[in-house]
């Protein structure tokens, strides 16, 4: 605990403040974007003139806007769905599925990949490992401390974004005038503790790449680089049921196809999917769960081996 302490502290500086803030600012944009999106759901929609639809002031004109009135009242229930949708996704309950969302996919392994190659690739080019094993000569416990940290700070940094879009989705709803919904908050906090396993893995990864590379840039590119190339094999025939990028896939419940295009945050991992929406056939809920855990597992103990062998001066 007195080495997690320290770890802690040491994260407590500005990279960790901007991840945050970063994140925080990019949940700020999609609560306003997915509101003003959605605000066409709301609005009447508008007839046709019989200019713009080429016709001229007679009887013709007036059934083809008979007929558009009719096509829109017969639209109205689904539009109305659908902008009760956003709402729902903006309201505080629902806020904790989108926060979540996002960290489990790209713009989670951004900030996790940011963090473990400032706190840990950092060490080497800091010149800062050897002082640090020297008061603590188990570099098990050390990096475990520091796996420990990361991930703690990851979170932390979902729960500050739940916070935020709990605050800002709600009145970018008003504003834009959403009809008032509320989401399932159970649904939420699963997602968030399906997201924490995610982010375990994506530092456990991080952590390797930390040890392996012994920079903080390359730790960040490694890192980043495994994941877009795991999605990239996700669609591969034959390939994809076993790639880490399809057990996150069905872990979280993004969508596919083109519908998730569209769809805040299945889409910023979907998006590499087929856009027919064929996933790769999955392994079981369960089980992925399982081989996610397996993956943070054995890459920990890779970097630990690893590690044990470094030279702390390289």
């Known amino acids: 605990?007195?080495?997690?302490?320290?770890?802690?502290?040491?994260?407590?500086?500005?990279?960790?403040?901007?991840?945050?803030?970063?994140?925080?600012?990019?949940?700020?944009?999609?609560?306003?974007?997915?509101?003003?999106?959605?605000?066409?759901?709301?609005?009447?929609?508008?007839?046709?003139?019989?200019?713009?639809?080429?016709?001229?002031?007679?009887?013709?004109?007036?059934?083809?806007?008979?007929?558009?009135?009719?096509?829109?009242?017969?639209?109205?229930?689904?539009?109305?769905?659908?902008?009760?949708?956003?709402?729902?996704?903006?309201?505080?309950?629902?806020?904790?599925?989108?926060?979540?969302?996002?960290?489990?996919?790209?713009?989670?392994?951004?900030?996790?990949?940011?963090?473990?190659?400032?706190?840990?690739?950092?060490?080497?080019?800091?010149h800062t490992l050897k002082s640090l094993l020297t008061q603590c000569g188990h570099r098990g416990q050390v990096l475990a401390a520091k796996w420990a940290s990361v991930w703690l700070a990851s979170v932390a940094v979902m729960a500050a974004g739940w916070v935020v879009f709990a605050v800002a989705g709600p009145i970018a709803a008003h504003a834009y005038g959403l009809p008032a919904a509320h989401a399932s908050l159970t649904h939420s906090i699963g997602q968030f503790c399906r997201a924490g396993l995610v982010l375990a893995v994506i530092t456990s990864v991080g952590l390797l790449a930390s040890v392996l590379t012994r920079s903080a840039v390359g730790a960040l590119g490694t890192c980043s680089g495994v994941f877009l190339g795991l999605l990239a094999t996700a669609s591969l025939p034959g390939l994809g049921r076993w790639t880490p990028a399809t057990w996150v896939q069905n872990w979280m419940g993004f969508g596919a196809g083109q519908q998730s295009i569209t769809t805040v945050p299945d889409n910023f991992w979907s998006r590499f999917f087929d856009a027919s929406g064929n996933t790769p056939t999955h392994l079981g809920i369960d089980v992925e769960g399982a081989a996610l855990a397996g993956l943070a597992a054995a890459c920990m103990v890779s970097a630990v081996v690893v590690f044990r062998r470094s030279d702390i001066l390289g």
């Open 1 to 126: 605990m007195r080495l997690l302490h320290a770890e802690l502290r040491k994260l407590h500086r500005p990279l960790l403040w901007c991840c945050a803030l970063g994140f925080v600012v990019f949940i700020l944009f999609l609560a306003v974007g997915g509101a003003s999106n959605a605000e066409e759901y709301v609005r009447p929609a508008a007839i046709p003139s019989c200019t713009a639809m080429h016709l001229p002031a007679d009887v013709s004109c007036a059934e083809a806007e008979r007929t558009e009135r009719l096509r829109d009242r017969q639209a109205q229930p689904a539009r109305l769905a659908s902008a009760r949708h956003a709402a729902e996704r903006l309201s505080p309950s629902g806020a904790g599925a989108e926060a979540a969302g996002l960290m489990a996919s790209l713009p989670g392994v951004l900030v996790v990949s940011l963090l473990v190659g400032g706190h840990v690739g950092a060490e080497w080019s800091g």
